[in-house]
């Protein structure tokens, strides 16, 4: 939170990171529907200054010497180009020693492998060889295949059964440079980039894997381990997550999603569920390439191995020289590019609402049935924010917009695909909060109250009901919003939550605009000196009845249940209530703990959601 010891440092760093945001608002595809495209002839794309980089292709093979000649000879054909070097990378793994007949055999088919290895030349740049003494495994044979030692340097991890198209490098290299060493066309929360066509969606129940022709590159946070590009940053920060909860013994392990069964039967033998755990935590993407008639740049063989009980065959159709496609990839900017997550469903990124037409265009994306969730988050910690939108997941709750004050936390959400609303930008804009006057300790609270006020104005001219909720309650199920509305009212209020409602109506937009608005700015001086309980649905309230109008009180107590004041747990959760809530004054500890004894603390040690919830759309 924006505290004001820190505000001004605070604020130029969030002006710098507000433009960006701003950027790719402007350009999401939500808002402005694609208009323009760049095509970039990658083969012949030269640019001068921000092309150097280093790329080590890291060959993973085991005692394959078949597929291992076949994968390192479509490395060799490939097109290269002059002036940045390749490196060549082979780790062979070791046999697991045994007392059986067969130890002869291995010996020499790994001597074999070793032979040829050394025999293979390699032109476009060094060649290193690391021959284990001992079996590694697949896990190890990934991480500890690269620790990277500048921010200048890719791998590219291949393991033997692949073969490559011949244009892959070249695909590889102007990747780099479109999607990478453009600092205006980069992003830090992408980990890199799978030449493998796309085919599996792990989260359960998810969305089927279907794109357009005409998208050729799109963003999706699935690893695809049949020739994935790694990009060093995003690599080490996983090695050290990776580091720290193998040695505490935390496991990789994510309801809902696929990969935890397999981890669950092979456990340290296979590496994707790790990675997938720190993917999912941090909202990282990949890059997937899209071709037509199920062809990609990069294609298994799915040789017999840790993998494949039996030989499978090839996944896919190898790009070649001659294909269509090959000189002409539309490299699109990020901004203009989809984004998935493990459900397959589309992500929004960067909706950041600053001014009332902002968020006119993002209540109509995200209203359901003609019903808005509002949701105040000024007061709220980031790992209360965090748990309710793993319970906003888990229900299939997507109509909603979180306003709170300007953080880095905000817009992280907004990152990874949440709306928001920047609640210190948003209420610059109306000229009643410059003639208030307020001191700083009084700024949240008027802030809050006027940003309620006329998000709620923008949503009755859209003609949607809106429901204010804070961060202080949870929603067992969505039936309150069916429920509790009684048609003869169009105000609703919690007897001592901070829960409001406000339903489309005329009459309601006609009292709300003309009669009460612009009364708001007197009431809040007014209760800023008073002392009147400080809560946007009592003050509302007050001001309504005040002038005549009817509100209805809804009580809580019939449909909610209030954690704090004894020991709230699984047993006494009452599933036919609709909500849980707690006092705002009650410490994080309590908290914590009851709603974990009530299985409703749905969120793990690094903050992150510990299931995936696929809902079809
Ligand atoms: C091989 O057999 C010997 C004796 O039969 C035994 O002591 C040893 O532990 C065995 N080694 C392995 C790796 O199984
Ligand atoms: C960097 O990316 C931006 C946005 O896509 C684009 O307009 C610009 O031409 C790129 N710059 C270079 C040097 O490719
Ligand atoms: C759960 O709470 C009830 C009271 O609501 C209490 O009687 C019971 O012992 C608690 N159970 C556990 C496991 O804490």
New binding site residues.
């Given amino acids: 939170m924006v505290g004001p010891p820190k505000r001004h440092f605070l604020f130029l760093f969030i002006l710098s990171l507000c433009v960006l945001l701003l950027y790719s608002y402007h350009h999401s595809s939500l808002l402005s529907p694609i208009s323009s495209e760049t095509t970039t002839q990658f083969p012949h794309h030269v640019s001068t200054t921000s092309d150097s980089f280093t790329l080590t292709i890291k060959v993973l093979t085991f005692n394959r010497l078949h597929a291992l000649s076949r994968c390192l000879r479509s490395l060799a054909r490939a097109q290269y180009l002059p002036g940045n070097p390749v490196h060549l990378h082979v780790f062979i793994d070791h046999f697991v020693p045994s007392n059986d007949s067969n130890m002869d055999q291995k010996l020499r088919e790994s001597h074999k492998i070793l032979g040829f290895v050394d025999g293979f030349e390699w032109k476009w740049g060094q060649k290193m060889v690391h021959y284990r003494t001992t079996n590694a495994g697949l896990q190890a044979q990934w991480l500890e295949a690269w620790w990277p030692t500048s921010d200048n340097e890719f791998a590219f991890v291949v393991e033997d059964d692949l073969e490559l198209s011949p244009l892959y490098y070249k695909f590889l290299r102007s990747l780099i440079l479109n999607y990478y060493n453009n600092a205006s066309n980069s992003s830090p929360h992408i980990y890199g980039a799978t030449l493998q066509r796309p085919r599996f969606v792990p989260g359960k129940h998810g969305n089927k894997l279907q794109l357009d022709g005409g998208t050729q590159l799109f963003l999706y946070q699935l690893v695809g381990t049949w020739g994935q590009l790694l990009f060093p940053k995003p690599w080490k920060e996983f090695r050290l997550w990776y580091d720290q909860h193998k040695a505490k013994g935390i496991k990789p392990l994510l309801e809902g999603m696929v990969t935890t069964g397999w981890y669950k039967r092979m456990g340290e033998r296979i590496w994707t569920p790790w990675f997938i755990k720190f993917i999912h935590s941090r909202g990282y993407f990949n890059i997937y390439t899209n071709f037509e008639h199920e062809r990609a740049l990069s294609v298994s063989h799915r040789d017999a191995g840790v993998n494949y009980g039996k030989t499978a065959g090839p996944d896919s159709q190898l790009l070649d020289e001659n294909s269509l496609l090959s000189n002409l990839i539309n490299m699109q900017p990020l901004s203009k590019m989809k984004w998935y997550d493990f459900c397959f469903r589309e992500v929004l990124p960067g909706r950041v609402v600053m001014n009332l037409d902002d968020l006119g265009a993002v209540l109509h994306s995200v209203q359901r049935e003609q019903t808005i969730l509002l949701v105040s988050l000024f007061g709220a910690s980031e790992m209360i924010t965090r748990n309710l939108l793993c319970h906003f997941e888990r229900l299939n709750i997507q109509n909603y917009i979180l306003m709170g004050p300007r953080s880095d936390f905000l817009f992280d959400l907004a990152r990874r695909g949440h709306p928001v609303l920047d609640a210190d930008q948003f209420v610059t804009t109306f000229g009643v909060y410059r003639s208030l006057g307020f001191q700083e300790s009084n700024a949240m609270l008027i802030e809050d109250v006027l940003v309620k006020a006329y998000a709620i104005k923008k949503s009755l001219e859209c003609s949607y009901n809106t429901w204010v909720i804070d961060g202080n309650m949870l929603f067992l199920n969505t039936n309150l919003f069916l429920e509790s509305i009684d048609s003869a009212y169009d105000f609703y209020t919690g007897e001592s939550l901070e829960l409001y409602y406000v339903k489309s109506s005329p009459s309601a937009h006609k009292i709300w605009t003309d009669t009460f608005l612009n009364d708001v700015p007197a009431l809040v001086n007014k209760v800023l000196h008073s002392k009147e309980s400080k809560s946007f649905a009592y003050m509302m309230t007050t001001l309504l009845e005040h002038k005549g109008f009817r509100v209805k009180r809804l009580n809580e107590k019939s449909f909610g249940m209030k954690i704090g004041d004894?020991?709230?747990?699984?047993?006494?959760l009452d599933v036919s209530k609709r909500l849980v809530y707690w006092p705002k004054d009650l410490s994080m500890d309590v908290i914590h703990k009851q709603l974990q004894?009530s299985s409703l603390w749905n969120i793990d040690e690094d903050s992150s959601c510990t299931a995936v919830v696929c809902h079809k759309s």
Avoid: L, W
């Avoid at 004894?566 to 006494?572: G, I, L, V, W």
């Fill in positions: 004894q020991d709230f747990n699984q047993s006494s004894g």
